[in-house]
Protein backbone atom coordinates (compact mmCIF):
# COMPACT_ATOMS: atom_id res chain seq x y z
CA UNK A 1 0.00 0.00 0.00
CA UNK A 2 1.75 3.44 -0.85
CA UNK A 3 3.01 5.58 1.83
CA UNK A 4 2.75 8.95 2.51
CA UNK A 5 4.74 11.51 4.57
CA UNK A 6 2.68 14.60 5.97
CA UNK A 7 5.12 17.48 6.98
CA UNK A 8 3.31 20.21 9.49
CA UNK A 9 4.22 22.95 11.39
CA UNK A 10 2.09 23.73 14.56
CA UNK A 11 1.64 25.91 17.76
CA UNK A 12 1.74 23.79 20.78
CA UNK A 13 -0.01 25.77 23.31
CA UNK A 14 -3.62 24.71 23.04
CA UNK A 15 -2.67 21.17 22.87
CA UNK A 16 -2.20 18.35 25.66
CA UNK A 17 0.78 17.29 23.56
CA UNK A 18 1.71 15.65 20.39
CA UNK A 19 0.66 11.61 20.57
CA UNK A 20 -2.80 10.65 20.43
CA UNK A 21 -4.85 10.42 23.54
CA UNK A 22 -8.32 9.59 25.06
CA UNK A 23 -10.43 12.42 25.98
CA UNK A 24 -7.66 15.35 25.27
CA UNK A 25 -6.53 17.80 22.57
CA UNK A 26 -3.56 15.96 20.93
CA UNK A 27 -1.96 17.26 16.90
CA UNK A 28 -1.97 13.74 16.03
CA UNK A 29 -5.56 13.45 17.35
CA UNK A 30 -6.28 16.66 15.21
CA UNK A 31 -4.63 15.15 11.79
CA UNK A 32 -6.04 11.72 12.41
CA UNK A 33 -9.49 13.48 12.73
CA UNK A 34 -9.10 15.64 9.25
CA UNK A 35 -7.79 12.73 7.33
CA UNK A 36 -10.68 10.69 8.33
CA UNK A 37 -12.99 13.47 6.98
CA UNK A 38 -11.15 14.24 3.82
CA UNK A 39 -10.41 10.58 3.10
CA UNK A 40 -13.30 8.79 4.28
CA UNK A 41 -11.26 5.87 5.78
CA UNK A 42 -9.92 5.73 9.02
CA UNK A 43 -6.13 6.30 9.09
CA UNK A 44 -3.48 5.19 11.61
CA UNK A 45 -0.70 7.73 11.91
CA UNK A 46 2.68 7.56 12.77
CA UNK A 47 4.90 10.55 14.00
CA UNK A 48 8.53 11.51 13.81
CA UNK A 49 8.88 13.10 16.84
CA UNK A 50 6.15 13.08 20.12
CA UNK A 51 6.63 16.37 21.16
CA UNK A 52 5.39 17.22 24.73
CA UNK A 53 1.96 19.51 26.10
CA UNK A 54 2.92 23.21 24.95
CA UNK A 55 5.87 22.41 22.33
CA UNK A 56 5.77 24.31 19.15
CA UNK A 57 6.95 22.99 15.56
CA UNK A 58 8.27 24.79 12.72
CA UNK A 59 8.29 21.01 11.21
CA UNK A 60 7.43 17.78 11.96
CA UNK A 61 6.51 14.79 10.31
CA UNK A 62 3.87 11.83 10.11
CA UNK A 63 3.07 8.84 7.76
CA UNK A 64 0.65 6.83 6.90
CA UNK A 65 -0.92 4.68 4.39
CA UNK A 66 -3.58 5.16 1.96
CA UNK A 67 -4.61 3.04 -1.41
CA UNK A 68 -6.42 6.34 -2.82
CA UNK A 69 -5.23 9.20 -4.62
CA UNK A 70 -3.55 12.24 -2.05
CA UNK A 71 -3.59 15.41 -4.42
CA UNK A 72 -3.11 19.08 -4.25
CA UNK A 73 -6.56 18.98 -2.80
CA UNK A 74 -6.16 16.73 -0.10
CA UNK A 75 -4.11 19.49 0.94
CA UNK A 76 -6.20 22.15 0.77
CA UNK A 77 -9.26 20.25 2.63
CA UNK A 78 -7.33 19.06 5.47
CA UNK A 79 -5.97 22.62 5.81
CA UNK A 80 -9.93 24.10 5.47
CA UNK A 81 -10.74 21.84 8.33
CA UNK A 82 -8.03 21.61 10.83
CA UNK A 83 -7.30 23.45 13.68
CA UNK A 84 -5.89 26.95 12.91
CA UNK A 85 -2.95 26.11 15.34
CA UNK A 86 -2.07 23.42 12.65
CA UNK A 87 -0.79 23.58 9.40
CA UNK A 88 0.11 20.79 6.63
CA UNK A 89 2.94 21.98 4.70
CA UNK A 90 3.25 19.32 2.18
CA UNK A 91 2.82 15.81 1.72
CA UNK A 92 5.50 13.10 0.19
CA UNK A 93 5.03 9.66 -1.25
CA UNK A 94 7.34 7.68 -0.18
CA UNK A 95 8.92 4.36 -0.78
CA UNK A 96 6.29 1.57 1.30
CA UNK A 97 9.12 0.75 4.03
CA UNK A 98 9.93 4.40 4.55
CA UNK A 99 9.50 5.28 8.39
CA UNK A 100 8.53 8.65 9.68
CA UNK A 101 10.60 8.33 12.67
CA UNK A 102 13.28 5.29 12.58
CA UNK A 103 14.08 7.18 9.17
CA UNK A 104 14.92 10.62 10.57
CA UNK A 105 18.91 11.09 11.10
CA UNK A 106 18.80 13.87 13.39
CA UNK A 107 16.86 16.62 14.76
CA UNK A 108 17.06 20.30 15.50
CA UNK A 109 15.19 21.65 18.50
CA UNK A 110 14.88 25.70 19.62
CA UNK A 111 14.46 27.11 22.84
CA UNK A 112 13.45 30.90 23.39
CA UNK A 113 14.49 32.97 26.53
CA UNK A 114 13.02 36.60 26.42
CA UNK A 115 14.43 38.86 29.09
CA UNK A 116 12.14 41.34 28.79
CA UNK A 117 8.32 41.02 28.82
CA UNK A 118 6.69 40.66 25.28
CA UNK A 119 2.91 40.16 24.87
CA UNK A 120 3.76 38.87 20.86
CA UNK A 121 5.45 35.96 22.32
CA UNK A 122 4.40 35.46 25.67
CA UNK A 123 3.62 31.78 24.33
CA UNK A 124 6.17 30.86 22.55
CA UNK A 125 9.41 31.91 24.68
CA UNK A 126 10.55 31.44 28.38
CA UNK A 127 10.23 35.10 30.20
CA UNK A 128 13.35 35.12 32.60
CA UNK A 129 14.27 38.77 33.19
CA UNK A 130 17.69 37.12 35.26
CA UNK A 131 20.97 38.30 33.62
CA UNK A 132 23.00 34.88 32.26
CA UNK A 133 26.19 34.71 31.27
CA UNK A 134 26.02 33.73 27.34
CA UNK A 135 30.17 33.06 27.95
CA UNK A 136 29.44 30.42 30.53
CA UNK A 137 26.66 29.07 28.95
CA UNK A 138 28.89 28.05 25.70
CA UNK A 139 31.09 26.87 27.77
CA UNK A 140 28.55 24.08 29.41
CA UNK A 141 27.45 23.50 25.74
CA UNK A 142 30.56 22.80 24.83
CA UNK A 143 31.14 19.97 27.67
CA UNK A 144 27.85 18.76 26.13
CA UNK A 145 28.77 18.81 23.02
CA UNK A 146 31.70 16.07 24.19
CA UNK A 147 29.14 14.38 26.30
CA UNK A 148 27.20 11.16 25.05
CA UNK A 149 25.65 9.56 28.01
CA UNK A 150 22.71 11.79 28.82
CA UNK A 151 21.21 9.88 31.17
CA UNK A 152 20.86 12.81 34.03
CA UNK A 153 18.61 14.89 31.53
CA UNK A 154 16.23 12.14 30.71
CA UNK A 155 13.01 11.73 32.67
CA UNK A 156 12.42 8.83 35.07
CA UNK A 157 10.80 5.59 33.50
CA UNK A 158 12.20 6.56 29.82
CA UNK A 159 11.45 3.84 27.72
CA UNK A 160 14.57 3.51 25.83
CA UNK A 161 16.97 0.97 25.74
CA UNK A 162 19.98 3.39 26.62
CA UNK A 163 20.75 6.84 27.28
CA UNK A 164 23.30 7.83 24.46
CA UNK A 165 22.87 10.37 21.96
CA UNK A 166 25.46 12.07 19.41
CA UNK A 167 25.10 16.03 19.20
CA UNK A 168 26.25 17.52 16.43
CA UNK A 169 25.77 20.86 16.91
CA UNK A 170 25.14 22.90 19.88
CA UNK A 171 25.12 27.04 21.20
CA UNK A 172 23.71 29.72 23.05
CA UNK A 173 23.33 33.20 20.92
CA UNK A 174 21.20 36.39 20.85
CA UNK A 175 18.70 36.59 18.05
CA UNK A 176 17.86 40.21 16.42
CA UNK A 177 15.26 40.34 18.76
CA UNK A 178 17.96 39.98 21.55
CA UNK A 179 15.77 36.76 22.93
CA UNK A 180 18.42 33.77 24.10
CA UNK A 181 17.98 31.15 21.84
CA UNK A 182 19.87 27.54 22.80
CA UNK A 183 19.88 25.57 19.42
CA UNK A 184 21.03 21.79 19.37
CA UNK A 185 21.08 19.06 16.64
CA UNK A 186 21.06 15.56 17.67
CA UNK A 187 20.49 12.10 16.38
CA UNK A 188 17.99 11.73 18.92
CA UNK A 189 16.78 13.28 22.16
CA UNK A 190 15.53 11.88 25.55
CA UNK A 191 12.02 12.25 27.23
CA UNK A 192 12.90 15.82 28.44
CA UNK A 193 15.93 16.12 27.45
CA UNK A 194 15.67 19.87 25.59
CA UNK A 195 13.87 21.12 28.51
CA UNK A 196 16.56 19.75 31.07
CA UNK A 197 19.67 21.20 29.51
CA UNK A 198 18.34 24.15 29.13
CA UNK A 199 17.37 24.56 32.75
CA UNK A 200 20.49 22.56 33.84
CA UNK A 201 23.03 25.12 31.99
CA UNK A 202 20.80 28.34 33.26
CA UNK A 203 22.04 27.13 36.40
CA UNK A 204 25.82 27.86 34.88
CA UNK A 205 24.68 31.17 33.79
CA UNK A 206 23.34 32.79 36.37
CA UNK A 207 26.49 31.17 38.27
CA UNK A 208 24.64 29.39 40.73
CA UNK A 209 26.90 26.17 39.83
CA UNK A 210 30.10 26.18 38.32
CA UNK A 211 30.78 24.55 35.17
CA UNK A 212 32.71 21.51 37.40
CA UNK A 213 29.62 21.19 39.19
CA UNK A 214 27.70 20.73 35.23
CA UNK A 215 30.15 18.30 34.65
CA UNK A 216 29.59 16.51 37.88
CA UNK A 217 25.73 16.46 37.25
CA UNK A 218 26.27 14.49 33.71
CA UNK A 219 28.59 12.08 34.91
CA UNK A 220 26.28 11.32 38.17
CA UNK A 221 24.09 9.62 35.35
CA UNK A 222 21.20 10.95 37.97
CA UNK A 223 17.85 12.65 37.07
CA UNK A 224 17.27 14.17 40.36
CA UNK A 225 20.47 16.14 40.20
CA UNK A 226 19.49 17.66 36.86
CA UNK A 227 17.09 20.88 36.64
CA UNK A 228 13.65 20.20 34.65
CA UNK A 229 12.05 23.68 34.88
CA UNK A 230 12.43 25.39 31.52
CA UNK A 231 8.50 25.51 30.19
CA UNK A 232 7.35 23.70 27.41
CA UNK A 233 6.25 26.83 25.75
CA UNK A 234 9.71 28.24 24.57
CA UNK A 235 10.56 24.94 23.14
CA UNK A 236 10.61 24.23 19.07
CA UNK A 237 11.37 21.62 17.00
CA UNK A 238 12.66 23.30 14.11
CA UNK A 239 13.49 20.49 11.87
CA UNK A 240 13.41 16.97 11.38
CA UNK A 241 16.55 15.95 8.75
CA UNK A 242 16.13 12.47 6.54
CA UNK A 243 18.39 11.40 4.03
CA UNK A 244 17.90 13.48 0.74
CA UNK A 245 16.27 10.35 -1.30
CA UNK A 246 13.58 10.30 1.32
CA UNK A 247 11.55 12.99 0.26
CA UNK A 248 12.13 13.63 -3.35
CA UNK A 249 8.08 12.70 -4.39
CA UNK A 250 6.12 15.87 -3.44
CA UNK A 251 2.03 16.28 -4.01
CA UNK A 252 2.17 19.72 -5.47
CA UNK A 253 -0.38 21.78 -3.54
CA UNK A 254 -0.14 25.31 -6.25
CA UNK A 255 -3.92 25.32 -6.16
Known amino acids: ?63 FDFSGTITSKTIYNLNCII ?15 SHSRFDAISREYDY ?13 SYFYPVKLDLEKLNQAALILK ?21 IEKISWALNRDQQIVFNVVSNRFLRGMVRALVATQILVGRNKISLNDFENIINSKDCSNADFSAPAKGLFLQKVNYPA ?3 METIDHSY
Open 146 to 166: ATTDFTSFAKRHSDVNNFNCK
Open 245 to 247: SLL
Open 1 to 63: MPRYFIELTYKGTSFAGFQIQNNALTIQGEINRALKTVLHEEIQTTTASRTDAGVHANQNYLH
Open 83 to 97: SDDILIQNIFLVSDL
Open 112 to 124: FISPTRNPFVRET
